[in-house]
């Protein structure tokens, strides 16, 4: 099953990830021409700084036993057990965000727009080359990994 793996160490908080992400789920933007201003415009990962520690990247990690999944009593979050990644039907959403309470790495969020649904890391799933975030990071600081568990 494949992964998200970070880097911290590589990581210069550039945000080409964040932008990457947004434009890939952002109906006929790319990279270039996504609108960074709209309310529309949402990342499923983001990066702190802390002046200690330096960047790090917050990502999804389709944990082995998800807490967003164990606390969604809609049935709106999903672990696939072929690819391992959590999913999302945000027809079957309460927008109760127990799964963002639960999130033990602070990841998952109400959209901005409505907050009737979820932001959530979907690995890209309807990218034939995978996550845009991977192919965006200058860094390699963002890999797709294949683990075993």
Known sequence: MKRIIIDREKCDGC???NVACISAHEEGSNFYTVNLQSIDSETRN???FDPKTGYTPIFCRHCDEPECVLSCMSGALE???K???VQYDE???AACYMCV???PYGVLKPDNKTHTKVIKCDFCEDKPD???CVKACPKHAI???EVSL
């Open 130 to 132: 995978g996550p845009s």
């Open 46 to 48: 983001f990066i702190k």
């Open 79 to 81: 672990k696939d057990p």
């Open 91 to 93: 027809t079957k959403c």
């Open 143 to 145: 890999e797709v990994k």
């Open 15 to 17: 945000l080409n990830c």
């Open 101 to 103: 309470m639960n999130c």
């Open 83 to 85: 690819t391992g990644h």
